[in-house]
C-alpha cells in the first residue's frame, strides 16, 4: 500500500506562488505515475497536472500551462507543484494521486492511490 499526504496548502493572494508537496510512505513511488488533481467547491474534480515515472514526461491542464510546474524527487519519495501567478479560480482542494503503471495521465480512473488532500485558497 502507498500512503500520500499532500502539504503547503494555505491562503495567497492573486498573482503570488505556492507550492505543495506529496510525500509517499509505505513504499517507494520511483516507478509510479503521479498526478495532481483538483476540486473546487461544487464542482468536479478536474486534472491539474502530471508527471511520468522518471520525470521525462509531464502534462499540463490549459488553465495552468505556463504558470505551475509539476516535478519529483524520487529520492525523497516526493512530488511537487510550483504554483506562480495564481488566480481566485485556482482555489481548490489539491490532490496528488499515484499510477503503479508509470503514466502521467489526466484521467483519473487509472490512479491506484489518492492523498487526503490540501486547500488552497486564492483571493482576489
Known amino acids: 500500500q502507498v500512503q500520500l499526504v499532500e502539504s503547503g496548502g494555505g491562503l495567497v493572494q492573486a498573482g503570488g506562488s505556492l507550492s505543495i508537496s506529496c510525500a509517499a510512505s509505505?513504499?517507494?513511488?520511483?516507478?509510479?505515475?503521479m498526478g495532481w488533481f483538483r476540486q473546487a467547491p461544487g464542482k468536479e474534480r478536474e486534472f491539474v497536472a502530471g508527471i511520468n515515472w522518471s520525470g521525462s514526461s509531464t502534462a499540463y491542464a490549459d488553465s495552468v500551462k505556463g504558470r505551475f510546474t509539476i516535478s519529483r524527487s524520487n529520492a525523497k519519495n516526493t512530488m511537487y507543484l510550483q504554483m506562480n501567478s495564481l488566480k481566485p479560480e485556482d482555489t481548490a482542494d489539491y490532490y496528488c494521486?499515484?499510477?503503479?503503471?508509470?503514466?502521467?495521465?489526466?484521467?483519473?480512473?487509472?490512479?491506484?492511490?489518492w492523498g487526503q488532500g490540501t486547500q488552497v485558497t486564492v483571493s482576489s
Open positions: 494521486a499515484a499510477d503503479a503503471a508509470g503514466r502521467a495521465s489526466a484521467d483519473p480512473r487509472p490512479y491506484d492511490y
Open positions: 509505505g513504499r517507494t513511488v520511483s516507478m509510479y505515475g
